[in-house]
T-cell receptor, first 115, second 110 residues
Framework: GAGVSQSPSNKVTEKGKDVELRCDPI?????LYWYRQRLGQGLEFLIY????????KSGLPSDRFSAERTGESVSTLTIQRTQQEDSAVYLC?????????????FGDGTRLSIL | GQNIDQPTEMTATEGAIVQINCTYQ??????LFWYQQHAGEAPTFLSY????GLEEKGRFSSFLSRSKGYSYLLLKELQMKDSASYLC???????????FGTGTLLAVQP
């Protein structure tokens, strides 16, 4: 497709389990971003990739969170030993490059629920 | 630190005009974005301002004053489908990332 694709769209898991969230950016977009959005809240920056490198990981909440990107394309966000506070919508966005005027194009997100 | 403030909720009438304000305090500034987000959907890009003044795009306009740390989004001829959250985001800081406000939930009434 032409847009940013995220999978799964919904994920329900038990506390303590690990989860992997996937993002397929728009083809040719070199910059990729992960955000978290809790219910009724704004978007919270997690991590940013330029190509396969992550110049800014400052938003990752704890060492349970990690992300990688391969082939300057697909990215996965992994949350280990999930906690109930991790419940949120995880949004991925991509932009053509990390330029000042480049808008970010968002996927529909993965709604994560921790029981 | 970095801070972006928007009203939490607004209500307006179909056919009217509404102005959604955003004030920001950031270390460094490289542009301000407005996004629209319908419930349960992804945010979609509306506008970008980096210089002072008004940018117009159809029914939507966005204004920026860098000296005041202030922007607004103006929506004209409101339609029911304009009911959504409107997110103000500023690019700045040491790593030039986008910092989002919590959004303004706009309800358009008949």
């Amino acid at each position: 497709g032409a847009g940013v694709s995220q999978s799964p769209s919904n994920k329900v898991t038990e506390k303590g389990k690990d989860v992997e969230l996937r993002c397929d950016p728009i083809s040719g977009h070199t910059a990729l971003y992960w955000y978290r959005q809790r219910l009724g809240q704004g978007l919270e920056f997690l991590i940013y990739f330029q190509g396969n490198s992550a110049p800014d990981k400052s938003g990752l909440p704890s060492d349970r969170f990690s992300a990688e990107r391969t082939g300057e394309s697909v990215s996965t966000l992994t949350i280990q030993r999930t906690q109930q506070e991790d419940s949120a919508v995880y949004l991925c966005a991509s932009s053509l490059y990390q330029g000042y005027n480049q808008p970010q194009h968002f996927g529909d997100g993965t709604r994560l629920s921790i029981l | 630190g970095q801070n972006i403030d928007q009203p939490t909720e607004m209500t307006a009438t179909e056919g009217a005009i509404v102005q959604i304000n955003c004030t920001y305090q950031t270390s460094g500034f490289n542009g301000l974005f407005w996004y629209q987000q319908h419930a349960g959907e992804a945010p979609t890009f509306l506008s970008y301002n980096v210089l002072d003044g008004l940018e117009e795009k159809g029914r939507f306009s966005s204004f920026l004053s860098r000296s005041k740390g202030y922007s607004y989004l103006l929506l004209k001829e409101l339609q029911m489908k304009d009911s959504a959250s409107y997110l103000c985001a500023v690019r700045g800081g040491a790593t030039n990332k986008l910092i989002f406000g919590t959004g303004t939930l706009l309800a358009v009434q008949p």
